[in-house]
């Protein structure tokens, strides 16, 4: 991993020029950290650490978006094992728009924060959004700090419904189940999430008790306050 970290430092602030020279405007953050060999600081080497990057017409475009922003991280499998995380927006036509992006290492509170900041700072800065996430305690912690700007009242967080979708099926692995708890988060209204928890709940107890243990303002439609 050293090796790769050491050969993109250089290529990177210059991959980034191309990038800018094309694309004028583009927003981009780019971070390195000293290179150490064999617990040795050499003084004139520096590693890539992260960048973070958001294209001009994205920015503008988000404005007229609808006032919600998605979040989440992949990991790039090859010969280097970084992360790429991602924010998209919605229009009001439901397309799906990617509005920042991110190079990392790993997906820690640490990358989270240094991604979530940048789009904070630089893409979504109005108030009154609300941003969707899975439940990775990383990204839950990054969202939490004083410094984020990503706290209620100003923003409003809710959990990725087809993240817990899936961890639900890694439990259970029951398809129609599933689709009960999907049925029950998009409940415009209260009587119809009993109703479908009720159901899932004489199928089998463990599912609704599972389901309880998330704070309803973060998964129902029907609770949120945003």
């Given at each position: 991993m050293y090796g790769y970290w050491e050969e993109s430092y250089n290529?990177?602030?210059?991959?980034l020029q191309a990038l800018q020279s094309c694309c004028p405007r583009t927003i981009c953050e780019?971070?390195?950290?000293?290179y150490y060999d064999s617990h040795l600081m050499e003084r004139d080497c520096?590693?890539?650490?992260?960048?973070?990057?958001?294209?001009?017409?994205?920015?503008?475009?988000?404005?007229?978006?609808?006032?919600?922003?998605?979040?989440d991280g992949m990991h790039l499998y090859g010969?280097?094992?970084?992360?790429?995380?991602?924010?998209v927006a919605q229009d009001g036509n439901s397309n799906i728009l990617p509005v920042a992006f991110a190079i990392v290492e790993s997906e820690t509170t640490e990358?989270?924060?240094?991604?979530?900041?940048?789009?904070?700072?630089?893409?979504?800065?109005?108030?009154?959004?609300l941003?969707?996430?899975?439940?990775?305690?990383?990204t839950k912690a990054a969202l939490r700090a004083d410094d984020s700007g990503w706290q209620s009242p100003k923003v409003f967080h809710a959990y990725c419904v087809m993240h817990m979708a899936a961890n639900f099926m890694s439990h259970f692995k029951s398809a129609e189940?599933?689709?009960?708890?999907?049925?029950?988060?998009?409940?415009?209204?209260?009587?119809?999430?009993?109703?479908?928890?009720?159901?899932?709940?004489?199928?089998?107890?463990?599912?609704?008790d599972w389901a309880g243990r998330f704070n309803k303002k973060i998964w129902l439609k029907y609770y949120s306050d945003g």
């Open positions: 290529k990177v602030p210059r991959l780019f971070r390195a950290v000293l520096s590693m890539f650490d992260k960048v973070f990057w958001a294209f001009p017409t994205c920015v503008e475009t988000f404005k007229h978006c609808k006032p919600f922003v998605s979040v010969k280097y094992g970084v992360v790429l995380l991602i924010a990358h989270w924060s240094f991604f979530l900041t940048n789009l904070r700072l630089h893409v979504t800065p109005q108030d009154g959004l941003i969707i996430s899975d439940r990775f305690h990383a189940r599933k689709r009960y708890l999907i049925n029950a988060a998009y409940s415009p209204n209260q009587a119809g999430y009993e109703w479908y928890m009720n159901a899932l709940r004489g199928l089998l107890r463990e599912i609704a």
